[in-house]
């Protein structure tokens, strides 16, 4: 029999309804939030360093933009390389 995966978040076993984070983890949905509000978020969520952010605190946050466009290959352009220098 397979067994029932359990969630990281709450050590508790998914036994109905889960989504699986980019590392491969499962969570339930509820438990799969957003690393810096706490907000749940979708599994298609953007990831900095294997952790899920929400796309407001991604867009409002220079410092975490910065990271994620540089984590994920887009090169900045200068307007944004001077705001993320600054942050």
Do not use: M
């Amino acid at each position: 029999s397979e067994s029932v995966p359990i969630c990281p978040k709450c050590a508790h076993a998914i036994n109905a309804g889960k989504i699986q984070a980019p590392d491969g983890d499962f969570y339930h949905p509820t438990c799969y939030t957003c690393n810096r509000c706490s907000k749940v978020v979708a599994a298609t969520a953007r990831v900095i360093s294997s952790k899920p952010y929400c796309d407001q605190c991604i867009d409002k946050n220079p410092a975490l933009y910065h990271q994620w466009r540089t984590q994920e290959g887009i090169p900045l352009d200068a307007s944004e390389a001077i705001v993320a220098a600054a942050a």
